[in-house]
């Protein structure tokens, strides 16, 4: 089932054997239901994450200039440098933040920080388990990339469809919510499993870790 954010769980979360990424969502007693409102809600979020998603979208092409040189020292030396490896976590944080705040999962703002709050703050909260040394054959030019994308086709056909069932459990996801400020837990399980699953699809393709993500929305 859909694992709540718990802000006394220590940044070691992760247990021996569990994916070396997880994301977390804050449990809310109750959830806002202005943004609940048909059509005005979601507008209303669309509109205040217009500055989130500039600044997203400028992290994200720093992260793609940084890749072509992050697989250097990679390739010579199995280890990921830290400056990459710091920008493609915030990218990652940034998108499960954005994503997590669009579909109601939390009703706080999402952070501009690279880095996750000591408590959570409030927002979906993602934790990486890092490697001591990463596959050089990924870091080779072009190559890597190529056997990456192809390995990742069934991740990306699975998310496609599931987005879509996301997107239309919207559709009745918000009257439980404007009418009991209650998030319903199927449409949680559904909406944070995709997130969970979108997370470690983006950790695998930017070589935050080699272990091939999951078909699981847990």
Request: aromatic share 16%.
């Amino acid at each position: 089932m859909n694992q709540a954010y718990d802000p006394s769980l220590p940044q070691s979360y992760l247990q021996p054997g569990e994916y070396p990424v997880q994301v977390l969502f804050p449990m809310l007693e109750s959830y806002n239901r202005f943004y609940a409102i048909p059509v005005v809600g979601y507008a209303v979020k669309i509109i205040m994450l217009i500055p989130y998603i500039i600044a997203m979208y400028i992290v994200m092409l720093i992260v793609s200039l940084f890749q072509l040189v992050a697989w250097i020292p990679v390739l010579f030396t199995g280890q990921y440098p830290e400056w990459s490896r710091n920008l493609a976590e915030g990218l990652i944080r940034y998108t499960k933040r954005m994503t997590s705040f669009q579909y109601g999962l939390t009703d706080r703002y999402p952070s501009f920080s690279l880095q996750d709050e000591p408590d959570g703050g409030g927002d979906a909260m993602v934790i990486f388990a890092r490697q001591t040394s990463y596959s050089r054959l990924y870091a080779v030019p072009v190559v890597g990339y190529v056997i990456k994308l192809i390995m990742l086709i069934p991740h990306i056909l699975v998310l496609y469809v599931l987005g879509l069932a996301v997107n239309l459990a919207q559709l009745v996801t918000w009257f439980p919510v404007l009418s009991s400020g209650r998030y319903p837990a199927w449409s949680h399980h559904l909406t944070g499993g995709v997130i969970r699953w979108t997370a470690r699809v983006m950790a695998f393709g930017l070589g935050l870790t080699d272990v091939y993500p999951p078909f699981s929305l847990t």
